[in-house]
């Protein structure tokens, strides 16, 4: 079975806190990514890479970096966290082409 | 314009309904669409994948694609309580990288 997992389920972080998600994949993927799922607006990309050391911006890079130094972990970093980035965050990774994305399970990320 | 509309319900159904889950695409030259299913704390799983016009069947699951009206359905037969989720669709832009885009996903609640 493919294997995404993220770091922490849940987490409490203050404002202006620098927050790192973690996420690491099983399956020698080429592909990953990070997105954001909030109510009514579903899954927002944030941003994604399709190889080690390459990254692209998603659809809502600001406030957000990502780092990608080995093909099985892609971390997302909130450089300083604000309220607004409270929301579920979804790493997910799948092979070069046209593949489907494997999701992990998520972190709850509350910023207080 | 966002690349890909979905009308985000919640949709109630009977047990036993047929179900139609609806998306809009606004980019001709998306080719592979998909559909995820997410329970609730989960993090999303695909259901069906497909790359052209038809349709394709799984089991109690039909997805249907039509390029010609950038439009693409999800139907269920049967519907079960078990089928009560969140469901996504999902396109890969590959002029942008293979950038897997989602709608904002369909609450489904089956009721038995």
């Known amino acids: 079975d493919v294997k995404v997992t993220q770091s922490s389920r849940y987490l409490v972080k203050r404002t202006g806190e620098k927050v790192f998600l973690e996420c690491v994949q099983d399956m020698d993927h080429e592909n990953m990514f990070w997105y954001r799922q909030d109510p009514g607006l579903g899954l927002r990309l944030i941003y994604f890479s399709y190889d080690v050391k390459m990254k692209e911006k998603g659809d809502i890079p600001e406030g957000y970096s990502v780092s990608r130094e080995k093909k099985e972990r892609f971390s997302l970093i909130l450089e300083s966290a604000s309220t607004n980035q409270t929301s579920m965050y979804l790493c997910a990774s799948g092979y070069g082409g046209n593949t489907e994305a494997f999701f992990g399970q998520g972190t709850r990320l509350t910023v207080v | 314009q966002k690349e890909v509309e979905q009308d985000p319900g919640p949709l109630s159904v009977p047990e036993g309904a047929i179900v139609s889950l609806n998306c809009t695409y606004s980019?001709?030259?998306?080719?592979?669409f998909m559909w995820y299913r997410q329970y609730s704390r989960k993090g999303p799983e695909l259901l069906m994948y497909?790359?052209?016009?038809g349709n394709k069947e799984d089991g109690r699951f039909t997805a249907q694609v039509d390029k010609s009206s950038k439009y693409i359905s999800l139907f269920i037969r049967d519907s079960q309580p078990s089928d009560s989720a969140t469901y996504l669709c999902?396109?890969?832009?590959?002029?942008?990288?293979?950038?897997?885009?989602f709608g904002a996903g369909t609450i489904l609640r089956v009721k038995s």
């Open positions: 980019n001709s030259a998306f080719q592979y």
């Open positions: 999902a396109i890969i832009n590959m002029e942008y990288g293979n950038k897997l885009v």
């Open positions: 497909t790359y052209s016009s």
